[in-house]
């Protein structure tokens, strides 16, 4: 079993800054991509990027050229750039991850753009 423990969310004013990370642990065999999605309240969960193991990288439209995604296999670790933060971008952020062909989920860490 794979388990993935997000961490660096919190409050940030707009044009702010965050980064979140996520690191996997446990019965990993091999870990291919590594990604991060996102719900605000009343919406549905959406894809903002992920990354393969070979560094090939999708972003949502939504925050292509303000987000940035990358990852240290060594550490089993992918990180999440937020930058031009906005209001829009309030949503609990979920890491995820494939091994093996089978999908993990994390507990998630909220994120939050307020004046």
């Known amino acids: 079993q794979v388990q993935l423990v997000e961490s660096g969310g919190g409050l940030v004013q707009p044009g702010g800054s965050l980064r979140l990370s996520c690191a996997a642990s446990?019965?990993?065999?091999?870990?291919?991509?590594m990604g991060w999605y996102r719900q605000a309240p009343g919406k549905e969960r959406e894809l903002v990027a992920y990354?393969?193991?070979?560094?090939?990288?999708h972003y949502a439209d939504s925050v292509k050229g303000r987000f940035t995604i990358s990852r240290d296999n060594a550490k089993n670790t992918v990180y999440l750039q937020l930058n031009s933060l906005k209001p829009e971008d309030t949503a609990v952020y979920t890491c995820?991850?494939?091994?093996?062909?089978?999908?993990?989920w994390g507990k998630g860490t909220r994120v939050t753009v307020s004046s």
């Open positions: 995820s991850a494939l091994d093996s062909g089978i999908p993990y």
């Open positions: 446990g019965s990993i065999f091999s870990i291919t991509t």
């Open positions: 990354i393969t193991r070979p560094g090939n990288t």
